[in-house]
């Protein structure tokens, strides 16, 4: 199954390495990845996403909290949460017919055209990945000659922000994060 | 007052109590060396030139594994660090605490395949706990601080200090931090009470329980806890290979070692349990064998104060984070108050009879066969001589197994090894961090003359500082656990592992100045190894064992431990 899991991590020298090295070295995927600076100086969020049985997912988690910089590890596809990713596309639009059909699917998809040439646009889209994948599917008749996507970011809803923290010394931590999962 | 990096490092590791370093000088380390020259006494540290910086490597992690205190290695930039990896490979897996300061080449130069130059802390980055490149000398103190207090906090580790010349060279004001919080790194020591006890109400059920103690209890220092709790319930009482002297292997409850060379008896208690009581070991694929076949009909209590080992290869019912000293003392204090709120502790009469048989029925065993040596013989002999209360400290093959088989350790600390890595050439560099470490004790190197001719330049080191480590050979002219194994698995085909090819020991030994001696029959063992172990200083003891002898039982690689080969 696929899971997004969020990173809050000190922004030092060589993390991403870390991340990734321990994704390598212990033989997990990571299918997107995506890293940006927080509010706070020096604190970065890293979302990726992966896939696994629930074992291997347990293990990302533990290891990736194992890391000594790594602030927080929190699995989002467990917790209620709100996800994006952005895909920017250059499509075939020439003039009449197939132009107009791109504007309407842009119009459909809430969707931008941020470039215009004779012959092509640049679109800009959001969505969570099933709604970029249909995006993309839509266009592909059309003719798409270069994608750009980065991956989804993650954002944990409010109310819920407490459910599934690795690193909280809330005493049902072992019992949370260990038995029901396993 | 204002000092140069190299001095600064020196004066961090006076605040961190460092007496002892173990390390290899280089042109990238030449300001510490410089400082270390001028300075080392007033500091009250002493630093041994070992000859290959990997066992500068292993011998802090001997210093580290016979006393807890974190071990300091110092080697140069580029191949000082490259030779250093293995060794810090060792300590990663072994989890022991340790410090490694590297040189590295000018900042301004890095990344520029400068003269000595390698990516140390790139290399390093999945055998540490965690490394460090300093690249301001401001940030030099406060790192080696945090360094030290992740390598022994928590799972203890090693940790890794990458130092360009330049962060040698500068001048600033040194202030040491008195303490660190370090918000991303909060190790959890005290186990989550219901998970307490549930585990206890567990443990005071099961009618065929074990309990499994493994490195870590070790790194908690718990000792007494382990040995309580074991008394309290009556609880039949095994050590992995790591965890040996942890519990007294003369204890009437002590089931000596399991896994692949573990006892019959002791694998079959395993394998038979309703209950395994982990603290502090990890399931590692050498003690349980095929995992689908591991205890099958056990509920498994784990506790570890490293959460991502617990569930990692074994699924656990009884899941408790926590460091193993604290939680077995919040264990104790549930015990009692179970018992008092009137829970009965549930009779093992018949399991403890049933593993009783299990023993008598196929116990350790090796056989005399005329004047040759049996390198069994030569490990009991060991014991009785030194009455089990040597330092050992072995390299890794057969005769690592016959040790921890046969040498009995009733205390802790005593014995040293490379279980997890598995490096050959560990056991020589590990007795002299031993040795230093502890100057009263009789430190003894179970070494095999392949490990033994990958590290024997350390001879040198032995007689420059006249340490009294005490090296006994076991010498069959093969690698023996290879060789067993192409004999057992391989039918006969004894591939690269004969290597009778080698030098005459005893007068390599004298031709660095150190004493030696050598038995080739059974009846010379027990005088020569007497002689030996009384004479001072660093001494060599060759013993010219059976060739071909093999190391049971054996759990083949993969199968059941039900599957294990007896004779």
């Known amino acids: 199954m696929r899971h997004t899991i969020s990173l809050l991590v000190e922004n030092e020298y060589g993390m991403l390495t870390r991340v990734a090295g321990l994704f390598s070295a212990r033989g997990y995927q990571i299918d997107t990845l995506n890293v940006a600076p927080t509010l706070e100086e020096g604190v970065s969020r890293m979302t990726l996403t992966t896939h696994g049985n629930d074992h291997v997912i347990q293990q990302i988690l533990q290891q990736s909290h194992k890391i000594i910089k790594v602030i927080d590890v929190v699995d989002m596809t467990i917790v209620p949460h709100v996800e994006r990713e952005m895909v920017m596309l250059t499509v075939n639009a020439q003039q009449g017919e197939q132009r107009q059909e791109v504007l309407s699917l842009v119009e459909i998809f809430r969707a931008k055209v941020v470039d215009v040439n004779t012959d092509s646009f640049i679109l800009e889209m959001t969505g969570n990945a099933e709604k970029v994948n249909a995006f993309i599917e839509l266009l592909k008749p059309i003719g798409i000659t270069d994608i750009v996507r980065t991956g989804p970011v993650a954002m944990t809803r409010v109310a819920h922000v407490k459910a599934q923290r690795l690193k909280d010394e809330d005493e049902e931590f072992s019992e949370l994060t260990l038995n029901e999962k396993v | 007052m204002k000092m140069r990096g190299a001095r600064i490092l020196l004066e961090s ?230 965890g040996l002297g942890a519990f007294p292997a003369s204890h009437p409850l002590s089931l000596g070692m399991l896994g692949m060379h573990g006892g019959y008896w002791t694998n079959m208690a395993v394998n038979n349990s309703d209950l395994l009581i982990s603290i502090g070991a990890r399931f590692d694929d050498r003690v349980t064998g095929k995992l689908s076949e591991f205890a099958s009909g056990a509920k498994f209590i784990h506790v570890d104060i490293d959460a991502s080992c617990i569930s990692k290869n074994v699924p656990c019912d009884y899941p408790v984070v926590g460091d193993a000293k604290i939680v077995v003392q919040q264990m104790l204090k549930e015990l009692e108050e179970q018992l008092a709120g009137g829970e009965k502790v549930a009779s093992k009469v018949s399991w403890h009879d049933q593993i009783a048989a299990w023993k008598k029925q196929h116990p350790l065993w090796w056989k005399e066969e005329g004047d040759v040596i049996k390198p069994q013989y030569v490990i009991e002999e060991l014991h009785r001589i030194t009455k089990g209360q040597a330092v050992v400290s072995s390299d890794v093959g057969q005769h690592q197994m016959w040790t921890a088989q046969l040498y009995g350790f009733d205390t802790p600390r005593n014995w040293l090894n490379s279980g997890g890595l598995g490096a050959m050439g560990y056991g020589f560099p590990a007795a002299v961090g031993a040795a230093v470490a502890r100057p009263n004790d009789l430190c003894v190197a179970v070494v095999g003359d392949g490990g033994f001719q990958m590290v024997l330049n350390e001879l040198a080191t032995v007689k420059q500082y006249n340490i009294p480590v005490k090296i006994l050979l076991i010498n069959n002219g093969f690698l023996g656990m290879v060789r067993q194994w192409q004999e057992q698995f391989y039918e006969h085909r004894y591939s690269h592992s004969n290597i009778e090819v080698q030098p005459d020991f005893v007068k390599l030994a004298d031709s660095y100045g150190v004493a030696a001696f050598r038995a080739t029959k059974m009846n010379e063992v027990s005088h020569t190894l007497e002689k030996a172990l009384n004479t001072p200083g660093p001494v060599l003891i060759e013993m010219k064992v059976a060739r071909e002898e093999n190391v049971f039982p054996i759990v083949p690689a993969g199968a059941a431990l039900k599957d294990m080969i007896l004779s």
């Open chain 2, 13 to 242: 590791l006076r605040c961190e109590g460092v007496k002892h370093v173990f390390g290899y000088p280089g042109g990238a380390v030449l300001h510490i060396y410089d400082e270390l020259v001028k300075h080392a006494e007033e500091l009250g540290i002493t630093h041994y030139l070992v000859r290959h910086e990997q066992a500068s490597l292993f011998g802090a992690a001997g210093y580290a594994q016979a006393t807890g205190k974190t071990g300091v290695a110092l080697v140069t930039s580029g191949p000082g660090g490259t030779n250093a990896v293995t060794g810090i490979a060792n300590a990663f897996m072994d989890s022991l605490p340790m410090v490694v300061f590297t040189g590295q080449v000018p900042t301004h130069l890095i990344g520029n395949d400068a003269f000595q130059e390698a990516d140390l802390t790139g290399i390093t980055r999945s055998c540490t706990k965690h490394n460090y490149l300093v690249k301001h000398v401001e940030d030099l103190a406060p790192t080696i601080k945090e360094a030290f207090h992740v390598a022994s906090t928590g799972r203890p580790g090693p940790v890794l200090v990458d130092l360009p010349k330049d962060m040698t060279a500068q001048e600033i004001e040194f202030s040491y931090p008195e303490t660190i919080d370090i918000r991303s790194y909060k190790p959890q020591v005290y186990g989550d009470p219901k998970a307490v006890r549930k585990a206890v109400g567990a443990m005071l059920q099961a009618e065929r329980p074990v309990l499994y103690i493994g490195g870590g209890a070790h790194a908690a220092g718990a000792y007494e806890e382990v040995k309580q709790l074991a008394e309290k319930l009556n609880l039949p009482t095994t050590c992995t290979l790591m």
